[in-house]
């Protein structure tokens, strides 16, 4: 699991690479948690995730809902497949309210709004 | 994850073996009542356990095989399709991959190419079975959808409120802190969920999610609420959950349940109400307009009914549940209650610690004997009444202590239930295993390494023994074989005989073959039976015309000659042309305590075994001069005088000589044991009476004397020998054959 990271004109965007499951959990949250402190405007790139488990997703929400609190936006992009699958099954994508590209072969925006 | 598992481990492999275990004798069992659902039930807990540890432990191969197996298992447990001789013989082979997997985790390899593609193979098949079953289910699901609808309209009308038509259940799903920690991901159960039926709609909820700085990142917060749509029933639901059922708030609602019902869902999930409310409306469950009306009825609703009746009662009323589901739980609940009594009912000892106890024991007995001869000595009569009351506990003790120790030998019979049912499958014979005193008991060590013997023996016997099923009919024999396998015990040993009712040893094949590997001088024509059977367990020696895979490369009786040996035991064969072998194996009791019964010769003690000693009589001299017989009302006994065999008569002359040891010679007891329904008289100086022995092994030095099984201690301080009747005897007649012959 590697997290790379970009400054971009006051965004900050992170591309963690790897699986976002139990057995990184405990490393993952400080550095979300980190990245959040740093900037107001936050990307989490999630092209490379290959397995997303509960506790990623946990740790996702929990950015999610930080960042409003906080009052900083936290956007994510670029779903996997794995991501999407999850997202899919938890009927998560309004929830984040991210628009999510799907796969290649299906047209138009996947999760609908609230 | 950090945590030293290794421990924890090795119980989970241990474990698991006996699981198997009771899985594989749970489907031999089966294969005789396929119905018995007790054994079904038996047969998938054993698979449920397995999976959901090894899951523990991230063992994923086991886990996903496991759970092949037990989702055919759960089918064969709901009836949705009738065990049948197939599907027993690939749950077997299933058990058998699986203990596979376990050898390879315990050896921390990965799979090999042929485990898995006969995983795969397996696994093809346990679908093909699922999807026969599916076929069975939807029948089921059909006449139970039919059934339904006139009792719902029924308890309609008596609970009032109204009532939701649409044939959705549904699930609210809290999960434990615990749950990720404990190897199991949410997400597959809502996967497996998926596969019931068609998710509608699935809220997540994070409203258990804390803040940042008290979130533990491998803590599980979510919940779900989930629309399931889908011909399936409420066990089946419960059971998708079943792994996280005790660490998870599972909420299930049938289709067409009432306002009532979600009222009494919002009140015992952890949010708050009104945000609950909210969330039924968005997930469909309820209208707004059903919502308000709940809310309002809350209060007396709940008040009234909680008041006056049982939750089961409730819950059945508001057609949470169906009374069967009522008394699956309930007798679920009693299961798991009766199953936690029975683990509380073993302890791990690690076996030294038992040693030591019953050598301390085995001291203790000695001692406390000694204590008695004192009393006995002093004539103190209050002494000797509280040692009698002593000896009486010491002997409870002694005898819970050796039970520590003793297993029953049933468990190793039953392993053998499958060795037969593979064998005569695989050789096409119909063969028949009967097992009788498995209640024998006998020492936890022997137990272990008598397996491998009688393995041997079985096969050989099953191989070898029994006839081709047109032989027999020929042969005006029953067409099944029979197989049998006993233990008693016999004259501080136990005997274990392993008999068929096959052609029984061809003599002059044997013969012919041990003169070819010239293992015989001249042609064996006047060697007693006994000693010709015997030379199957030489090296290298087999009699089979076909070498088979089971058996007849020669390897396999002197194996089990030797292995019996080290046990220092004996193993004979009686087998009679066309009516069957006998293989008899007598093994001591290397350590034991017996009751005994102490007979003197001359300055020489001796104990045989209380319950070989049938009678006493006092021998007249004068009837029965020197003669190496009597007549016991009637019947020949043969004598032995212990005082010749053992040489002591010349040492009690001297003695006699001198006046100190006349009496004795004078009166000669004769005691008459019976061992393996041979009887004979052993005569003795003097009579002491019932003993206990502790019996003790004699040093390396001895291990070829023959007829003495061991010593013991007298409380006086004395060497006393234990006498191995049958041996004895044995030897006796032999000697006594031996002079005629050589005249």
């Known amino acids: 699991m590697e997290i790379r990271s970009e400054q971009n004109n006051g965004r900050l965007s992170l591309f963690p690479e790897g699986d976002m499951t139990i057995y990184h959990a405990a490393e993952l949250m400080p550095v979300l948690l980190d990245a959040l402190k740093q900037s107001d405007r936050i990307e989490l790139d999630l092209s490379k995730v290959c397995e997303l488990d509960t506790s990623g997703v946990q740790l996702l929400m929990l950015m999610k809902r930080e960042a409003v609190a906080a009052g900083k936006s936290l956007k994510l992009s670029g779903h996997s497949a794995a991501v999407l699958e999850v997202f899919e099954l938890l009927g998560l994508g309004g929830w984040f309210g991210d628009p999510q590209l799907l796969p290649a072969g299906v047209l138009g925006l996947g999760g609908s709004a609230i | 994850m950090s945590l030293d598992l290794s421990d924890a481990l090795q119980t989970f492999f241990e474990e698991a073996r006996g699981l198997l275990e009771d899985m594989e004798s749970s489907l031999l069992s089966l294969e005789a009542e396929p119905d018995d659902a007790e054994v079904i039930n038996a047969v998938f807990r054993a698979a449920h356990t397995i999976k959901g540890s090894a899951g523990l432990f991230g063992l994923n191969d086991i886990v996903a095989f496991t759970h092949k197996a037990e989702n055919v298992l759960d089918r064969v447990r709901n009836g949705d399709v009738a065990l049948n001789e197939g599907l027993i013989g690939l749950l077997l082979a299933c058990r058998d991959h699986i203990a596979g997997l376990l050898d390879f985790a315990v050896d921390e390899r990965t799979m090999d190419a042929g485990a898995r593609s006969q995983g795969m193979a397996l696994a093809a098949q346990l679908d093909l079975c699922l999807d026969d079953k ?20 029924a308890q309609l009308q ?58 533990e990142p491998e803590a599980c917060y979510l919940g779900f609420e989930i629309r399931l749509q889908g011909d399936t029933s409420k066990a089946q639901i419960e059971n998708v959950f079943e792994f996280v059922r005790d660490d998870c708030d599972l ?54 009914e909680t008041l006056v009746q049982p939750l089961g009662e409730i819950l059945i009323q508001r057609q949470m549940v169906q009374p069967e589901l009522v008394d699956a739980a309930l007798s679920k609940q009693k299961d798991a209650r009766s199953r936690q009594a029975q683990e509380a009912k073993f302890i791990r000892v690690h076996a030294d610690k038992l040693d030591s106890l019953i050598n301390l024991v085995g001291e203790l007995v000695i001692s406390g004997s000694g204590v008695g001869l004192m009393a006995k000595r002093n004539k103190d009569v209050a002494l000797l009444e509280s040692v009698s009351g002593m000896a009486r506990l010491v002997e409870k003790i002694r005898d819970g202590a050796m039970h520590l120790r003793m297993v029953e030998i049933g468990e190793t019979f039953n392993r053998f239930r499958r060795v037969v049912r593979d064998v005569s499958k695989e050789i096409g014979k119909d063969i028949e295993l009967i097992i009788e005193g498995e209640n024998t008991e006998l020492d936890k060590t022997v137990v272990e390494k008598i397996g491998d013997p009688l393995t041997h023996l079985m096969r050989n016997a099953m191989d070898h023994g029994i006839e081709s099923a047109e032989l027999r009919a020929s042969r005006g024999k029953p067409v099944k074989g029979t197989l049998k396998l006993n233990a008693f015990h016999a004259a501080g040993g136990i005997v274990i005989e392993v008999s068929d009712d096959g052609g029984g040893l061809n003599r002059e094949r044997i013969l012919a073959k041990a003169r070819e590997k010239g293992l015989i001088a001249d042609n064996g024509a006047d060697m007693p039976d006994g000693e010709v059977w015997k030379l199957i367990f030489e090296a290298g020696f087999s009699t089979a015309e076909q070498v088979s895979n089971l058996s007849g490369r020669g390897v396999g009786m002197d194996v089990v000659r030797s292995n019996i040996e080290a046990l220092r035991g004996t193993v004979d064969i009686e087998s009679h042309a066309g009516v069957g072998s006998t293989f008899r194996i007598r093994l001591p009791l290397t350590l034991a305590i017996i009751n005994g019964f102490l007979m003197s010769v001359g300055d020489g003690h001796f104990v045989v075994p209380l319950d070989m000693v049938q009678e006493c009589m006092e021998l007249d001299p004068a009837r029965n001069p020197q003669r190496d017989y009597l007549n016991l009302r009637g019947e020949v006994l043969p004598l032995l005088r212990l005082k010749d065999h053992y040489g002591i008569k010349e040492r009690l002359r001297r003695k006699e000589q001198q006046g100190l040891n006349g009496r004795a010679a004078r ?13 004979a008289g052993l005569v003795v100086d003097e009579l002491k009476g019932q003993f206990q022995a502790v019996i003790k092994p004699l040093g390396s030095i001895f ?38 012959a050589q005249v």
Not at chain 2, 264 to 274: F, K, Q, R
Not at chain 2, 287 to 304: D, M, S
Not at chain 2, 667 to 679: C, D
């Open chain 2, 134 to 153: 599916k076929a069975g289910a939807d029948a089921d699901a059909d006449s139970a959808s039919a059934r339904l609808p006139t009792t719902t309209e």
């Open chain 2, 158 to 215: 008596s609970a009032g409120g109204g009532p939701l038509t649409e044939d959705t259940w549904h699930i609210s799903v809290r999960f434990g802190l615990d749950v990720l920690r404990g190897g199991m991901d949410p997400l597959s159960f809502l996967r497996y969920l998926g596969r019931l039926g068609e998710i509608v709609h699935l809220t997540t909820l994070a409203d258990a999610l804390p803040t940042a700085a008290a979130m």
């Open chain 2, 251 to 304: 909420h299930i609602l049938p289709p067409g349940s009432k306002l009532a019902d979600f009222l009494g869902l919002i009140g015992a999930l952890p949010e708050d109400n009104t945000r609950l409310g909210e969330l039924l409306v968005a997930c469909g469950a309820l209208t707004a307009h059903e919502l308000e009306e709940t809310l309002a009825v809350q209060e007396c609703e709940v008040g009234r």
């Open chain 2, 667 to 679: 009166r000669q007891n004769v005691v008459v044991v019976n061992s393996a329904g041979r009887k």
């Open chain 2, 703 to 740: 291990t070829k004397v023959r007829g003495i099984a061991g010593s013991t201690i007298l409380g006086s301080g004395e060497v006393a020998l234990v006498l191995e009747v049958p041996a004895l005897l044995s030897e006796a007649a032999q000697e006594r054959v031996a002079p005629v």
